[in-house]
C-alpha cells in the first residue's frame, strides 16, 4: 500500500532474481480499513515510493486511484475465502480479508503476473491469499519472503511511523517475545499452551496491549496444541494507538524461521 520501506524492496529485489519484468502496485486499498481504522491518515508518498522502485530498476508501477479500481462506486462484489478470513487478524478485524482478497484478484486479473511476491510478516494475508489462489485456480505462483527487521528486531512496517520515542522503544518486544518461544522450541519444548504462556509473559511486562498471541497450522490458521509438526506463532499487538503484528514459523525439521 505505499510508504515503501527495506521490507518492501526485499520484496522487488526477489522478484528481480526470478523475472524478467517487474510490476509493483501502490494502493491503499479502501474496502480492506474498518470504519474506525486509519485510512485517511495511512501514510503516502507516492512520489517518494517512485524514487524507490526506479533505484530498484522496476518496469512498471501500477498506482491506480480509488476511482479506476471500484469504478461507479463499484462496492458491490468482493471476493471471500471463508472460515480462515475469520482467524486471526480476521477475528478483530471484519471483513478486513475480504478487501484483501477482492483487491489482490483484481490486480491478478488486471497485471497477470507469474508470480506475486509477498512478505511472512502479513502470515495471515499469506494463507488467506494462497487459499484464494488454490480455489479460484489462478495461474500464478505466490512466493513468502522473509520478514525484514530493524536493528533491534522490530518488523518493518509503514505503520511503524506511527509510533512516538517511548512506543518505538518497546515495541521490539513484539519479537523479543517470538525469541523466547523459538529458543524453547529449539530446546525441544513442543506444548503451544506453554509457547504461548512464555510470550505473554514477555509482552506482560512491557507497555504493550497484547491482542492475540496464536499458534496455528501456518495454512489454515487452526490453532495447534503441539507444535512438533511444524507451527505459526503469531502476535497482533497495541502501542499507543497503532496496532502492529508479527510472527515466527516454527518447523517440522526443529529448525525456526524469525525473519
Keep these: 500500500m505505499g510508504a515503501l520501506h527495506e521490507g518492501h524492496l526485499s520484496l522487488v529485489r526477489a522478484a528481480r532474481k526470478k523475472c524478467k519484468t517487474i510490476v509493483t502496485s501502490i494502493f491503499v ?3 480492506q480499513f474498518g470504519p474506525n481504522e486509519d485510512f485517511t491518515r495511512y501514510p503516502r508518498d507516492v512520489e517518494a515510493d517512485v524514487r524507490k522502485l526506479e533505484q530498484e530498476r522496476v518496469d512498471l508501477v501500477f498506482a491506480p486511484s480509488v ?8 462496492f458491490g462484489t468482493f471476493v471471500e475465502v471463508p472460515e480462515i478470513s475469520d482467524r486471526l487478524d480476521g477475528r478483530s478485524r471484519p471483513n478486513h480479508f475480504r478487501g484483501v482478497a477482492t483487491v489482490v484478484a483484481k490486480l491478478f486479473h488486471i497485471v497477470s503476473p507469474d508470480f506475486a511476491f509477498f512478505g511472512q510478516k502479513d502470515a495471515a494475508q499469506v494463507a488467506v491469499l494462497r487459499a484464494m489462489v488454490r480455489d479460484l485456480n489462478f495461474p500464478v505462483e505466490l512466493v513468502v519472503c522473509p520478514t525484514v527487521r530493524e536493528s533491534d528486531g522490530l518488523a518493518m512496517s509503514s505503520r511503524n511511523q506511527y509510533l512516538d520515542r517511548d ?10 517475545s517470538l525469541c523466547k518461544a523459538s529458543e524453547a522450541f529449539l530446546r525441544g519444548r513442543t506444548n503451544a499452551q506453554e509457547l ?7 509482552i506482560h511486562e512491557s507497555k504493550v496491549h497484547l491482542e492475540y ?18 507451527a505459526l506463532v503469531a502476535i497482533a499487538a ?8 508479527d510472527n515466527i ?4 525439521d526443529g529448525t525456526t524461521v524469525c525473519a
Excluded: F, K
Excluded at 497495541?238 to 503484528?245: A, D, V
Design 167 to 176: 512506543e518505538r522503544s518497546c515495541a521490539n518486544v513484539l519479537y523479543h
Design 213 to 230: 498471541i496464536e499458534i496455528t497450522e501456518p495454512d489454515t490458521l487452526l490453532p495447534v496444541d503441539d507444535v512438533s509438526g511444524g
Design 249 to 252: 514459523l516454527l518447523q517440522a
Design 67 to 74: 476511482d479506476e479500481m471500484y469504478p461507479n462506486g463499484g
Design 196 to 202: 504461548r504462556q512464555l510470550v505473554a509473559n514477555t
Design 238 to 245: 497495541w502501542i499507543g494507538q497503532t496496532r502492529l503484528i
Design 29 to 31: 486499498n479502501p474496502t
